[in-house]
């Protein structure tokens, strides 16, 4: 078992809808990160949590720490939110590297 | 601040060449990760390196994979006798000071093929 999955792996929406992609994490850590990967494209982070819930523009993150459970919300989506949505956390003896999960692929049509 | 600057974008190489995959951290980034994405796959941990000090190379290949961060100039990640296996979505990250949550920032990655 990995110790992040995220599911589902592949979302297919209609231009508009609300969009929950959740993560689930399995070792103790000190910072979650949501991530966006554009096809052929670097990788762009969107939100470092710890504790709580954020905000950008149409993008909502939240983080349960007793739950080990997180969740990347995209509210009126867009086509131009297309993308692969990564899950990765800093563990708590890991130091500062990142372990990611294998990415959702979000594909919103118009 | 032009953030992580990671160079070639695309790197093609022939089996059994190196490949020199460049990484310069963001201004005031004191510290380096080293991620690999082989193809329809997730992004995995490589090496973590500070200024003339690799800290955790526990994600790099025993044999022919080697990483530097030089006092003066880029980090450099290095695959001698390239092959097809190696290719891959190399990604560079850089980050503050160790324990600072904040700044943790990605590069474009270099797409290596091997041919």
């Known amino acids: 078992k990995n110790e992040v999955e995220q599911s589902p792996q592949n979302l297919t929406a209609q231009e508009g809808e609300f969009i929950t992609i959740n993560c689930s994490y399995s070792v103790g850590i000190s910072a979650l990160h949501w991530l966006q990967q554009h096809p052929g494209g670097g990788i762009v982070s969107l939100f470092m949590l710890s504790s709580g819930k954020k905000k950008h523009g149409r993008l909502i993150a939240t983080i349960n720490i007793q739950e080990k459970h997180s969740s990347l919300h995209i509210t009126a989506s867009h086509p131009r939110d297309s993308a692969v949505y990564i899950c990765a956390v800093r563990g708590e003896t890991s130091g500062s590297r990142l372990t990611f999960g294998e990415g959702t692929q979000l594909t919103v049509n118009p | 601040n032009a953030g992580v600057m990671q160079n070639p974008r695309h790197l093609v190489r022939r089996r059994g060449q190196e490949a020199r995959l460049r990484c310069s951290p963001m201004k005031g980034h004191s510290h380096v990760y080293w991620y690999r994405q082989l193809p329809e796959e997730g992004l995995k941990f490589m090496v973590y390196?500070?200024?003339?000090?690799?800290?955790?190379e526990s994600g790099m290949p025993k044999e022919r994979f080697s990483a530097e961060f030089p006092k003066e100039g880029p980090s450099i990640l290095r695959i001698q006798q390239v092959v097809r296996g190696d290719s891959a979505a190399y990604f560079c990250a850089s980050s503050p000071l160790v324990g600072q949550v904040s700044g943790y920032t990605f590069g474009s990655g270099t797409r290596l093929t091997v041919v």
């Open positions: 390196l500070q200024k003339e000090n690799i800290i955790d």
